[in-house]
């Protein structure tokens, strides 16, 4: 159980250009979702923290208008990068919890996108 | 500032040995605390977690120990195999605040055949 999928695994897009990542939640609700981005052999950086239905919260030095999260189900999140330059290139991965099963956060697989 | 200090950086060790990682944390208030396994190109995955009033839990070859004290925990595997050969984080998160995660920076890990 606890099995958090990402959409696409993989993205390669011209600078300028939006792409969006889908995080879904397979066997559970998911109360809140969370998204990082890791550089190589760096931590994870959240990025922004989402519930269902609310506006996300983003960490101190994220650009809400750069990094658009909606969390419209309680089973899907999605992450859309606006405008998108090389320097948005990065592994990119959401986790997800649910309060009824304590605070554990599950994460998806991740989500490599270049920017050309 | 960094909440959580993770050491060493990079752990070798040889296959059937032990590997121990390390953590240390500031905030009294942070009450869960996983450890997570990250291969290259992957998402973590949650290994084994615990909490304050727990010294020590187990599962499998893993095992966390906590010194509520001391303020430090830390993650032994026990008869380490190649396939553990991976990025090893800790976390810590309190009540509140969504259970956000706090991150330590991670351990390397790669266990000689």
Known sequence: GAVVSQHP??????????????????????TTMFWYRQFPKKSLMLMATSNEGSKATYEQGV????????????????LTVT?????????????????????????????????? | QQQVKQSPQSLIVQKGGISI?????????FDYFPWYQQFPGKGPALLIAIRPDVSEKKEGRFTISFNKSAKQFSLHI???QPGDSATYFCAASMTGNNRKLI???GTSLAVNP
């Open chain 1, 83 to 116: 405008s998108a330059h090389p320097e948005d290139s990065s592994f990119y991965i959401c986790s997800a919890r649910w309060g009824g099963r304590g605070d554990t956060q599950y994460f998806g697989p991740g989500t490599r996108l270049t920017v050309l």
């Open chain 1, 63 to 78: 650009e809400k208008d750069k990094f658009l999260i909606n969390h419209a189900s309680l089973t899907l999140s999605t």
């Open chain 2, 21 to 29: 990682i390390n953590c240390a944390y500031e905030n009294t208030a």
């Open chain 2, 103 to 105: 991150w330590g920076l």
């Open chain 1, 9 to 30: 695994s993989r993205v390669i897009c011209k600078s300028g250009t939006s792409v969006k990542i889908e995080c879904r939640s397979l066997d559970f609700q998911a």
């Open chain 2, 78 to 80: 026990m008869d380490s």
